[in-house]
Structures are given as structure tokens and as C-alpha cells.
Nanobody, 116 residues
Framework: QVQLVESGGGLVQAGGSLRLSCAASGFTFSNFGMRWYRQAPGKQREFVAIIDTGGRTNYADSVNGRFTISRDNAKNTVYLQMNSLKPEDTAVYYC??????????WGQGTQVTVSS
């Protein structure tokens, strides 16, 4: 079955960096775009970044220029490099894939906490 397992979260000071990983299994990873979302306490889950099968990327305005999404098809893994972190980046970060037919799969999430 489809599994997405995030890792790499933690506590970091403002201005610091973290790299999140999402290991995928149960589907042909290289054939699908991958996304990162986040959800802060009391807020709705929001889009962070996407990488398509050709490596093209797109970002939410709030993270553009600070975060970088990448993928390693040999390892079935998608990454999110987060630099210049701000307290408002504090959230649970989720990996996401949409498989046929319009079925969303989510990981369990990884907590990122940025202290001021």
C-alpha cells in the first residue's frame, strides 16, 4: 500500500535550517509530482511546495526564496530544505501525493518548531 514517511523535523532557532525528508513506497515514485504542506496550530493546512516529474518546482509566496524542494527518484524520496527559518514557519509538515483517481495520500507529519 501507499506509504509516505516524513522525518527531519525538530527545534531550531530563528535563522536556522532544517532538511525534511519523505520516503515514499507503494507506487511508482518517478511518475508523480510530490508536494509539501504544513499546518500550524489553529490554522488550516496550507500548501508549501511542489515538484513535478520533470523537476519543475513551485512555492508558496511565504517560503519562496527560503525553501527548496527536491527529489531523488533512485531513493523514492522528496526533500524540503528550509533555510532562514522564522517562528511563523512553526507547523507540522506533511508530504503529499495525488494518485489516480484524484486520491490524496498523506504522511504522518513531522513537527518543525522555530524559536525566536
Amino acid at each position: 500500500q501507499v506509504q509516505l514517511v516524513e522525518s527531519g523535523g525538530g527545534l531550531v532557532q530563528a535563522g536556522g535550517s532544517l532538511r525534511l525528508s519523505c520516503a515514499a513506497s507503494g507506487f511508482t515514485f518517478s511518475n508523480f509530482g510530490m508536494r509539501w504542506y504544513r499546518q500550524a496550530p489553529g490554522k488550516q493546512r496550507e500548501f508549501v511546495a511542489i515538484i513535478d516529474t520533470g523537476g519543475r518546482t513551485n512555492y508558496a509566496d511565504s517560503v519562496n526564496g527560503r525553501f527548496t524542494i527536491s527529489r531523488d527518484n533512485a531513493k523514492n524520496t522528496v526533500y524540503l530544505q528550509m533555510n532562514s527559518l522564522k517562528p511563523e514557519d512553526t507547523a507540522v509538515y506533511y508530504c503529499n501525493v495525488v494518485l489516480p483517481i484524484l486520491t490524496n495520500y498523506w504522511g504522518q507529519g513531522t513537527q518543525v518548531t522555530v524559536s525566536s
